[in-house]
């Protein structure tokens, strides 16, 4: 064996492995925006304001999933209305309730799973354009619900979602199981 030749090998592998340690901890500086990491994946939720429809700001949720497992296996994530459950919330995380909106009409679209390959991220539009538009200052519109926000609300509630996966049974490494809250989200605008 030459022993030149294993050792800059081994020089190499350690590189590597500092490196990618290096990066890891760099990523630590991103943790509050998170979710805490469950079974490989963390969750967050950011907001976008659209053009205004109808008079009302449109506000859209997007969810952000990242794979953080040190598995070469793809993370299969269900995002259906069965897994992820979006929540309007004042500061205290109580839920807010008796929100006015219109009926829904039509068609839903199906997200099913979402395939997170290796030290990976994805941002998915949450919108869902089904809901009747109300008159008021602003409006986010789920699957899992819609809600009119007022003018004096500005600032003072909170969106999260909440992700369940049930163990499957099969490929014990693809599909993900868990249940992950995000972390707050205000709800503002321009």
């Keep these: 064996m030459n022993t030149k030749r294993f050792t800059i090998g081994l020089a190499f592998a350690v590189s590597l492995m500092l490196a990618r340690h290096c990066s890891s901890a760099s990523a630590t500086n991103e943790t509050d925006f998170w979710s805490a990491p469950t079974n490989g994946l963390q969750a967050r939720i950011a907001l976008a304001e659209k053009p205004k429809e109808f008079g009302t700001r449109w506000i ?28 309007l919330v004042d500061a205290a995380g109580n839920a807010v309730t008796n929100r006015s909106v219109m009926d829904r009409t039509g068609p839903v679209p ?4 979402i395939i997170l390959p290796l030290d990976s991220s ?7 354009r089904n809901w009747g538009v109300l008159k008021a200052a602003a409006m986010i519109s789920t ?7 007022q003018e ?5 509630l909170f ?6 996966g049930d163990k499957a049974e099969g490929d014990r490494y693809k599909i993900w199981h868990g249940k992950i809250e995000t972390p707050l989200v205000k709800v503002d605008w321009k």
């Design 60 to 87: 859209v949720p997007y969810l952000e999933l990242r794979n953080v497992r040190d598995l070469a296996h793809p993370l299969e994530v269900r995002c259906d209305r069965q897994h992820v459950q979006f929540e």
């Design 110 to 113: 199906d997200l099913g799973s």
């Design 122 to 128: 994805i941002r998915i539009s949450m919108e869902c």
């Design 143 to 149: 699957d899992s619900g819609a809600w009119v926000i």
């Design 152 to 156: 004096a609300e500005r600032g003072q």
């Design 159 to 164: 969106l999260r979602a909440r992700i369940v």
